[in-house]
């Protein structure tokens, strides 16, 4: 099925016709995996849920997000092959404005995909890609899992992790990182082992943490601010009530 | 991701992960679409909040399903990519104990995949497989997905529709056909326009008419109490009550 994505933005189905569009030229390219198809259908049972739309808590979450990115000492955006997919400019965008890395970094490693990833990231105009050198391990996890760059995540005091494995999620908290998870599902793993857990859609939560860093840049009171007024337990709590209540029709 | 699927019943992922080994050999045979794919991930989701398991009214849904497969004059069970390469014996055998054709209707027909999921159907012991005519039309349909067997689903009055397509369910309905409809989400219009709504695994589903359709088979009192006692509404609205109660850890 392919679709016209030659769309006004307020189409009622404008978000999930673009993600659908997007999902399927990932899917071209090589870059999203039939585990992350899968991984799609069961964001979209979520975020359908949720309303399609970015409460209240979320928006916190994005604002706090932002601030750790931009007072990180090394702030690296871990990226899969559905971030990628669904969010490549955006991706782009977010590192630039808060000044992290960029580093691909895949649950099923293969060297294909990996390059594969970082090329589109390139022509979404990224300068700098890491993932490749994979020199660096994070303890706990098996062989494959475990690679990262030793200068990227390896070294990173603040990572944001869109749509990660529990695993990972958890390996990396123990690391003693503070970790951004962006994850559907309020009591997966991922979202709480985060120290900032954002239950949203990535379409809809990366360009929104890329304007609230715009408005915190040059700001470290309100970015301290930010910081120290979220708390991830009652976000997390007021995501899986909404999730509850939310419209099944 | 390969998964090994000698395990034991007893395991407890044991039906999680045969289901990733099927639709992973249903992508192999170019039988599950990636809408496909996305389609089994949303289904995941609603599956997990349900609890993995048959719950009640979902059993007494499959009981009446199976007694109107029974007293059916002609009755068709429908069968698109996923539901082939998930349950594709199961379906052979429930056709069987029921007497009902098996026809194959994809929601994306092309010639090749209705083509290879009638071959993967006769590898599991189907005899007949219609929907390779396709000289019927469902009316009020566009016309890729108005096709169907005039002989098959064309001429049914009970047609058992396993994940079907909202728009498909309810023009089906409108031919005045009675629809047994499986779906994990209760408030899908295929749920909401079924004559039975299957808020049920398809995986746990079809063994389990069948095996209502045994204990009913021969006995025309039981089929008409089982058909009589079950009501949609209330089934949709205690399937609705146990995914929201569901337990999201």
Partial sequence: MSEDVDLPESHPRYESL???HRIEAGVDRGITSRQGLIAQ???EAFDYLLGERTIDSADDAERAAAAHLLSAEHAVISVNGNAAALVPGELVE????TGADLEVNLFNRTEERIEAIAD???????????GLTADGRIPGLDHERAKVDADGIGA???VLVPLEDGDRAEALGEMGKTELVIDLNPRSRSAEVATVPIVDNIIRAIPNITEHA????GDPDAQ?????TFDADSALT???RTIREGDLE
Wanted: proline share 0%.
């Fill in 94 to 97: 977010l590192a630039e404005v």
């Fill in 238 to 240: 007021d995501a899986e």
């Fill in 41 to 43: 259908g069961r964001g």
């Fill in 18 to 20: 673009l993600t659908r």
């Fill in 156 to 158: 990173a005091d603040v």
């Fill in 214 to 217: 715009r408005a915190l840049r």
């Fill in 120 to 130: 589109y990231l390139r022509e979404h105009g990224a300068t700098d890609v890491k």
């Fill in 224 to 228: 301290r601010d930010a910081i120290d």
